[in-house]
């Protein structure tokens, strides 16, 4: 059984950081796409950040482009996505999901995705 937990959301200043972590039980994310998404009070779940399981690609939302950063510990079954100066608009309860069998043009989408971890709340005040 597949299972993704979040970790590392909490409460911080404007300018601030923080490091959030997706660990794995029941797969490698040696062969998985891995992703994280975004839920703001009130609004549609976005895309934030991908990486790819063929050679590792990165893509990252223009929104979070230069201030946050995903990695990969392929040993570790972990994905990091690493968040620097940190805006209130950045305030969201943030979700990683993973894919084995998803396409290049599918890895923005949520419906890419067929497993989903329980979200772990950022919250950023001014």
């Known amino acids: 059984q597949v299972q993704l937990v979040e970790s590392g959301g909490g409460s911080v200043q404007a300018g601030g950081s923080l490091r959030l972590s997706c660990a794995a039980s029941g797969i490698s994310f040696t062969r998985y796409a891995v992703a994280w998404f975004r839920q703001a009070p009130g609004k549609e779940r976005e895309f934030v950040a991908v990486?790819?399981?063929?050679?590792?690609?990165?893509i990252h939302a223009d929104s979070v482009k230069g201030r946050f950063s995903i990695s990969k510990d392929n040993a570790r079954s972990t994905v990091i996505l690493q968040m620097n100066n940190l805006k209130p608009e950045d305030t969201a309860v943030y979700y990683c999901?993973?894919?084995?069998?998803?396409?290049?043009?599918?890895?923005?989408?949520?419906?890419?995705?067929?497993?989903w971890g329980q979200g772990t709340q950022v919250t950023v005040s001014s």
């Open positions: 990486i790819s399981q063929r050679h590792g690609s990165i």
């Open positions: 999901a993973a894919s084995q069998t998803i396409i290049s043009s599918q890895l923005r989408s949520q419906a890419g995705y067929a497993h």
